[in-house]
């Protein structure tokens, strides 16, 4: 069953702007995950962080976890044209990874 | 990095048909699979999970006799389409977990489904 619920459903902002995008779920996790997804393509793994872990950083990513919050956020800086994708945060828990309906974000050049 | 290789990438089918995809782990062995289903601009619906030389566990809701799902080797798994109809029209996703690195998940590329 669907678990993570990531907000804005679309964002669009320009070139060497930041996104943030977030994520809630309801249940306990093990870990939570970002991906990013082109249009009609598979989903790429982008960052892991667990449920013991405040904040990880990847490159231009920032992801935090507020378990207390059940919530996640993830933040690109410096967004190039080529961010534009779907993201989707991806909750662990039993082994498994499901996802939420994911963010389309648009970078305008 | 590791590699998961999905084929086809776009099948189109009759009434009545079925159709087999496949998900290769190309550069690891893929101790569990998972098959996820996704219609446009919506979320990837876990459809089963699948681990290597035992039977599938499904999702509630997806009927088992209807998307058979093998995983024969630690590096493929099949997913059956049988009997197919117009709604079962998607796009299906295989993913893969590598036996050493066992939370990340690799993705296939994908399978347009299109039932007539």
């Known amino acids: 069953s669907q678990q993570g619920e990531e907000d804005p459903q679309a964002l669009s902002i320009q070139e060497g702007e930041n996104a943030t995008m977030n994520c809630s779920y309801k249940?306990?996790?093990?870990?939570l995950q970002w991906y990013r997804q082109n249009s009609g393509r598979g989903l790429v793994h982008l960052i892991l962080?667990?449920?013991?872990?405040r904040e990880k950083h990847s490159g231009r990513l920032r992801v935090t976890l507020d378990t207390s919050k059940k919530s996640s956020s993830l933040l690109i800086t410096a967004s190039r044209a080529a961010d534009t994708a779907s993201y989707f945060c991806g909750t662990g828990a039993n082994s498994k990874l499901t996802f939420g309906k994911g963010i389309t974000l648009s970078v305008r050049p | 990095g590791a590699v998961v290789s999905q084929h086809p990438s776009r099948v189109i089918c009759k009434s009545g048909t079925s159709v087999k995809i496949e998900c290769r782990s190309l550069?690891?062995?893929?101790?569990?699979m998972f098959w996820y289903r996704q219609f446009p601009k919506q979320s990837l619906m876990l459809m089963a999970t699948s681990n290597e030389g035992s039977k599938a566990t499904y999702e509630q809701g997806v009927e088992k006799d209807k998307f058979l799902i093998n995983h024969a080797s630690l590096t493929l798994s099949t997913l059956t389409v049988t009997s197919a109809h117009p709604e079962d029209s998607s796009f299906y996703i295989c993913?893969?977990?590598?036996?050493?690195?066992?939370?990340?998940?690799?993705f296939g590329s994908g399978t347009q489904l299109s039932v007539l």
């Open positions: 962080i667990r449920s013991n872990e």
């Open positions: 993913s893969a977990r590598e036996r050493t690195i066992n939370e990340k998940l690799f």
């Open positions: 249940t306990s996790i093990n870990n």
């Open positions: 550069d690891f062995q893929a101790t569990t």
